[in-house]
């Protein structure tokens, strides 16, 4: 399951790096907002596939109720929170949740690197405490360091699930 947390995480995060690449400044804050619920909601539906196909209940984790909480978060004020404190940290937060509840130690050790991550380069509070002024060019650093760790979370959920799908194969020889 590590390789679907991870693809999930890595994903969502490369949509908030992209975004901030490319979308226009109006628009960007709301659609940032919305990949919080969207990443965990498309999780909740890998997961509940997963599941009713391998026969096996995973409703004891907490997909459905992290997307359910993310979804009222964003109806109560998750854009103001994903402006002051940046949208990977949330992100990061639940993933390391999910890791800590599934006992798995790289999604948990992997979002705590993003939620670090996510509060130097995109929260308000933060910078203003490091003194880091938002400007083009230090939102353009902050997009690519985002798009960057999401490559590499991408690439640790292929080797995961390489390492998986072995573990699976020695089992059934």
């Not at 999780?43 to 096996?56: I, P």
């Not at 854009?79 to 800590?100: C, D, E």
């Not at 400007?135 to 699930?161: D, K």
Request: hydrophobic share 55%; proline share 1%; net charge positive.
């Amino acid at each position: 399951m590590n390789s679907t947390n991870l693809f999930a995480y890595g994903s969502g995060s490369l949509l908030i790096g992209l975004v901030w690449m490319f979308g226009e400044s109006a628009s960007q804050n709301g659609f940032i907002a919305l990949v919080v619920p969207l990443t965990f909601g498309g999780l909740w539906a890998a997961t509940a596939m997963r599941s009713s196909r391998l026969g096996v209940r995973g409703y004891r984790i907490g997909y459905g109720a992290l997307f359910l909480l993310s979804l009222a978060a964003t109806v109560a004020g998750l854009l103001v929170a994903s402006s002051n404190f940046g949208a990977l940290t949330l992100l990061s937060v639940g993933f390391f949740w999910l890791g800590w509840r599934e006992r798995s130690q790289l999604v948990w050790g992997m979002s705590a690197f993003g939620f670090m991550l996510g509060l130097v380069t995109s929260a308000a509070a933060v910078r203003q405490i490091f003194g880091i002024v938002e400007t083009t060019r230090s939102m353009q650093v902050s997009a690519y360091i985002t798009t960057a760790f999401a490559v590499v979370v991408i690439a640790t959920a292929v080797w995961s699930m390489l390492d998986e799908n072995q573990r699976l194969t020695s089992i059934v020889r």
